[in-house]
């Protein structure tokens, strides 16, 4: 079993920075696609970033230039980098771990972006 933990989040001006850190239990994280979405309340879960086991990734075209998601695999963590935040990036933001057929997901931690 996997247990995904987030924290980094909280509150921030406009154009500020946060670091989200997300820590996996487990032997599988090194073989493993990362991945964060966020979510509003209401709202459908959206894709924000994705890093492969070759550290090749991708993000959603409305981060993209100023969110870096990166990993390191000696301590089963993968880190969100969110740099210019706009009040449209408040959400809960999770983050995933897809290990073969099986999808894990963390608890989600609160991002607010005021202006």
């Known amino acids: 079993q996997v247990r995904l933990v987030e924290s980094g989040g909280g509150l921030v001006q406009a154009g500020g920075s946060l670091r989200l850190s997300c820590i996996a239990s487990g032997n599988i994280f090194s073989r493993s696609t990362m991945r964060w979405y966020r979510q509003a309340p209401g709202k459908q879960r959206e894709f924000v970033a994705r890093?492969?086991?070759?550290?090749?990734?991708n993000y959603a075209d409305s981060v993209k230039g100023r969110f870096t998601i990166s990993r390191d695999n000696a301590k089963n963590t993968v880190y969100l980098q969110m740099n210019g935040l706009k009040p449209e990036d408040t959400d809960v933001y999770y983050c995933?771990?897809?290990?073969?057929?099986?999808?894990?997901w963390g608890q989600g931690t609160q991002v607010t972006v005021s202006s």
């Open positions: 995933s771990l897809l290990g073969g057929v099986d999808n894990y």
């Open positions: 890093i492969s086991i070759g550290d090749r990734t």
